[in-house]
């Protein structure tokens, strides 16, 4: 019974350790600065007072929505993820031991288990954010920069 919950624990934290280095390798300054770059853009755009109807200009704002979700998540996910790591290890060393019974033992595996997948939910989609909004962002930054140029012209 013990060596399965081993093996089981093994595998819940390879599955959180595959997610978990997609998430450590996001570029958190590269985020950072095209966050920053979005928000003096349309700050540019509100003082010049002037009314855009755009689909680069609300796209680009869509993409400040997405990192404002990605700031305010990813220190959360990155404490979350420190606890899993811990209490996988906790959990599996009381395993190793034989200080859990049978019942507590399961009860803990199927705990971590659905913590750990809701964890890995939150990291893939903080992966994705800065994936796919870094993608967009490069795409739409120059367009918003020559609306910048013209509007300022304009003045």
């Known amino acids: 019974?013990?060596?399965?919950?081993?093996?089981?624990?093994?595998?819940?934290?390879?599955?959180?350790?595959?997610?978990?280095?997609?998430?450590?390798q996001i570029d958190t300054v590269v985020v950072f600065n095209q966050n920053r770059t979005i928000m003096t853009s349309l700050d540019s755009i509100r003082r010049m007072q002037v009314d855009i109807v755009d689909g680069t200009i609300n796209d680009y704002n869509n993409i400040g929505r997405a990192y404002k979700t990605f700031f305010r998540m990813y220190p959360l996910v990155t404490n979350d993820l420190q606890y899993s790591r811990q209490q996988l290890a906790d959990l599996k060393h009381d395993v190793e031991n034989r200080h859990l019974d049978e019942e507590l033992t399961k009860n803990y595996y199927d705990q971590e288990m659905d913590a750990v997948a809701l964890l890995k939910r939150k990291m893939d989609k903080l992966s994705e954010i800065a994936e796919k909004q870094g993608k967009q962002f490069e795409r739409l930054n120059p367009k918003v920069e020559r609306i910048i140029d013209s509007l300022t012209k304009l003045k």
């Open 1 to 24: 019974f013990y060596t399965a919950y081993e093996n089981r624990l093994d595998s819940l934290n390879a599955s959180l350790e595959a997610s978990a280095s997609s998430f450590e």
